[in-house]
């Protein structure tokens, strides 16, 4: 399971960067929103990987990490999602606005690299 | 926690929120109470600064305990002497900006007041918590305001850099979860005392992934206090954005350099064994390196706001390297020119503007000349004596200002930004003893730096003022000259009083040398009981 997930946040960001380095404004959007899942699974996975352990307390466990997840990257990880989802909003508003005064979805404006 | 100065530490945050939200609930037609509210805020802010900046002087520590959760589980507010000083720079520079904004460039767009209100909110937050998750959380709120505000006034020019300069923070931020992320991980705990205390028991094992975690968080700061080579946003987004909006970012990189510092003299102090002093000469390598590239930025800059933008790029420098060098008397030294950076920057982003004006002859109005001309008198471009002629005030006025200004981003006499060199180069003379191809170089460098400031700022001035002859009297508003006489004020009373600001730098910085006071306020503040009350009986 942990390699699987390394993998999978290794493509997630691999092609995130390669978006971002992109010249088309979409293109950096989506490279920046495929970074941000990358990191919120890297957030989710240091919590350490389990099957069937909630985070939330049962009668009769006793309160170990042994029986339970970690339930603060859980947390934190909502946050970030929340927060990366706002902000790449607030990236799309800039994007239009951009598209609309230069006419170009390039980064830099240039009319037709 | 019955202390009523307890109750203050929040305040900086719980004020601008509540301010924002009145602002956004009075309409367009009562635009006077908003100024009103905002400039009121504003110095409500000041005035609760400079209470706590007095509270923490004697050397305690104010530790405010969220939802009276104990340290290391809830969320802590703290203020020391550090935050302390930066939320006075807040209240200062934000004070000036708010004043100024009302003579025009609050009306230039919609919601401007809550926005303002919003990023100081997130300044004043990310000073004062004690936690690593609260800080991002603080970091992407004044985020979040300050896009807004650098689009402030639309056009090409501020959505293009204003688009670099989004794209340049969104990754920054994902650096500082992956950082964050990865310092959980090891350590188990985000407050930063906790973090401090715990790290000398890392394992063995887990110390290079320590340090690549606390490495890839540092970036994110670092793109935040512009060291090169990341800070090709800087530049562009600053000059672009509205004379009050770039006076507020002049506070964003120093924002960056203080979260580094502050992360820093606690995790990686003398205390912390092998780990110790990690990354140092990152630190003073990076400082160094952008100190040069804004002393040549400031000489290669003929605009105005390219100049004001390349002068943070200094600071930020002179920052980075000095603090990293780490010895207490430079520590003091660049805290203390890290005040005189901060308001003269500002002083300098909201003159730009001002300055502007007299090329413009539309803006303008014609200064009243005597129209006789003798054939003995030396005369101008247009036929009219140069001699005897009355110089307009507001010209006279922004002269003055500029020359301030100018001797305080240069560093000469008589103003403060030359103490605050000079402090800085004794104590670099001072630390050559120990790594000297450091300390020499940077006092070269600040050298240099003072130098092309001069000749930069002295060839603007004359274009500005000297090559109009003084014959074009700019139109400035009351609420303009009184933000940046507010602002130069500040400057002159702090280099008057000299020496209790030194002192208090001083006794900053020997604080952030002895972080375990900091450790123990935090961690030994303990959650005030209440009384518990009997719950209702829920009905069946």
């Known amino acids: ?78 946050t970030a999602i929340v927060i990366g989802f706002a902000t790449t909003a607030l990236f799309l508003v800039v994007l239009m606005a951009s598209r609309g005064l230069s006419g170009t979805d390039h980064v830099d404006g240039d009319p037709d690299p | 926690m019955n202390d009523p100065v307890h109750s203050l530490a929040l305040m900086p945050i719980v004020l601008p929120l509540v301010s924002a939200a009145i602002l956004l609930a009075i309409g367009d037609k009562r635009r006077w109470l908003r100024s009103l509210v905002n ?15 007095r509270a923490v002087d004697e050397g305690r520590i104010i530790v405010y305990l969220a939802s009276n959760w104990a340290a290391p589980f809830g969320i802590v507010l ?17 004070a000036g900006a708010a004043v100024y904004a009302e003579a025009g460039w609050a009306r230039a767009g919609a919601y401007f007041h809550p926005l303002f209100q919003i990023h100081l909110l997130g300044l004043n937050g990310a000073f004062l918590t004690g936690d690593l998750f609260n800080l991002f959380v603080f970091f992407e709120v004044l985020l979040a305001a300050s896009y807004g505000l650098q689009l402030h006034g639309s056009g090409w020019t501020r959505v293009r850099s ?31 005392a906790d973090l401090a205390q715990k790290l000398a028991a890392v394992p063995e094992h887990d110390r290079g992934l320590l340090h690549v975690g606390t490495a890839i968080l540092a970036i994110a700061f670092l793109v935040k206090a512009a060291i090169w080579p990341l800070n090709a946003w800087l530049v562009p987004a600053y000059a672009a954005a509205a004379a009050p909006v770039a006076a507020l970012f002049v506070l964003m990189t120093k924002m960056g350099v203080y979260a580094l510092v502050r992360l820093w003299t606690l995790i990686y102090s ?32 003929i605009r105005l706001e390219r100049i004001a933008a390349a ?9 980075l390297a000095a603090l990293g060098l780490d010895s207490v008397a430079l520590g003091g030294a660049a805290l203390y020119y890290l005040a005189s950076a901060t308001l003269a920057g500002g002083a300098l982003f909201l003159l730009v503007e001002l300055a502007k004006r007299t090329s413009i002859e539309g803006g303008a109005q014609p200064a009243l000349v005597e129209d006789v001309v003798d054939e003995d008198d030396n005369l101008d471009d247009q036929q009219l004596p140069l001699v005897g002629r009355a110089v307009p005030v ?59 400031a001069t000749a930069t700022l002295v060839r603007a001035g004359i274009r500005h003022f000297w090559s109009k002859g003084g014959r074009i009297a700019p139109r400035i508003k009351a609420a303009e000259s009184i933000a940046v006489v507010f602002l130069l004020l500040a400057c002159v009373l702090l280099t008057v009083f000299a020496e209790p600001a030194l002192r208090y730098a001083d006794r900053t910085a020997a604080s952030l040398q002895a972080p375990q006071a900091y450790v123990d306020a935090v961690l030994g503040s303990r959650a005030r009981l209440g009384q518990i009350e009997d719950l209702p009986a829920v009905a069946p």
């Open chain 2, 162 to 192: 204003g688009m670099h300069y989004l794209a340049a923070n969104l990754l920054a931020s994902l650096m500082f979860l992956v950082g964050l992320a990865i310092l959980y991980g090891i350590v188990g705990t985000l407050n930063m």
């Open chain 2, 311 to 319: 002068s943070i790029l200094v600071s930020s420098g002179t920052l």
């Open chain 2, 270 to 301: 003398a205390e912390a064994g092998v780990s110790a002093y990690f990354g140092s000469g990152v630190l003073v390598a990076g400082g160094l390196v952008t100190l040069a590239f804004g002393a040549f930025g400031l000489l290669a800059s």
């Open chain 2, 39 to 53: 400039i009121l805020a504003t110095l409500a802010g000041l005035a609760i600064a400079v209470l706590l900046l």
């Open chain 2, 394 to 452: 507001p010209v006279a006025m922004l002269g003055l200002a500029f020359i301030a200004c100018a001797l305080l981003v240069a560093g000469l006499p008589p103003l403060w930004g030359f103490l605050a060199k000079l402090a800085l180069m004794r104590a670099a003379v001072d630390a050559a003893a120990g790594v000297p191809i450091a300390a020499w170089s940077l006092v070269v460098l600040l050298l240099l730096s003072s130098l092309f």
């Open chain 1, 1 to 78: 399971m942990e390699v699987l997930l390394a993998l999978a946040i290794g493509v997630l960001a691999a092609s995130g960067v390669w978006l971002i380095l992109r010249p088309r404004t979409f293109q950096v959007v989506m490279g920046l929103t495929l970074l941000s899942y990358a990191v919120n699974l890297f957030i989710f996975s240091t919590g350490s990987l389990v099957i069937d352990r909630p985070p939330i307390l049962r009668e009769g466990l006793p309160p170990t990490l042994e029986h339970y997840t970690d339930p603060l990257p859980q947390s934190l990880v909502l």
């Open chain 2, 78 to 94: 703290v203020v020391d002497r550090l935050s302390a000083l930066m939320l006075l720079m807040v209240g200062l520079l934000a």
